[in-house]
Nanobody, 119 residues
Framework: QVQLVESGGGLVQAGGSLRLSCAASGRTASTYSMGWFRQAPGKEREFVSV????????DYSDSVKGRFTISRDDAKNTIYLQMNSLKPEDTGVYYC????????????WGQGTQVTVSS
């Protein structure tokens, strides 16, 4: 089992920046990828970014590409999401997730951290 704890959310004005962290613990050795998702009020959860464990490959949704950067610290079992040029539409609860097996759904989810961007 994997436990995930997100942190770093908060209130920021449009154009500002935040850096989210996700610390993983438990059975993390076989993790295939770790990703960030978000859920805005009244909307379904959406993909934000992912980083693959072995290759280091990253991917981003079109809505955040060029503004957000995902990274990892393997020694700390932690991933980060640097969010720049924030927009009000970035507001939502941001969740960290672990995918253990390629081609399978994400297996573990954190509690989420709130990001609010004011205009």
């Amino acid at each position: 089992q994997v436990q995930l704890v997100e942190s770093g959310g908060g209130l920021v004005q449009a154009g500002g920046s935040l850096r989210l962290s996700c610390a993983a613990s438990g059975r993390t050795a076989s993790t295939y990828s770790m990703g960030w998702f978000r859920q805005a009020p009244g909307k379904e959860r959406e993909f934000v970014s992912v980083i693959t464990r072995g290759s280091g490959m990253t991917d981003y949704s079109d809505s955040v590409k060029g503004r957000f950067t995902i990274s990892r610290d393997d020694a700390k079992n932690t991933i980060y999401l640097q969010m720049n040029s924030l927009k009000p539409e970035d507001t939502g609860v941001y969740y960290c997730a672990v995918k253990r097996v390629r081609g399978r759904p994400y297996d573990y989810w954190g509690q989420g951290t709130q990001v609010t961007v004011s205009s």
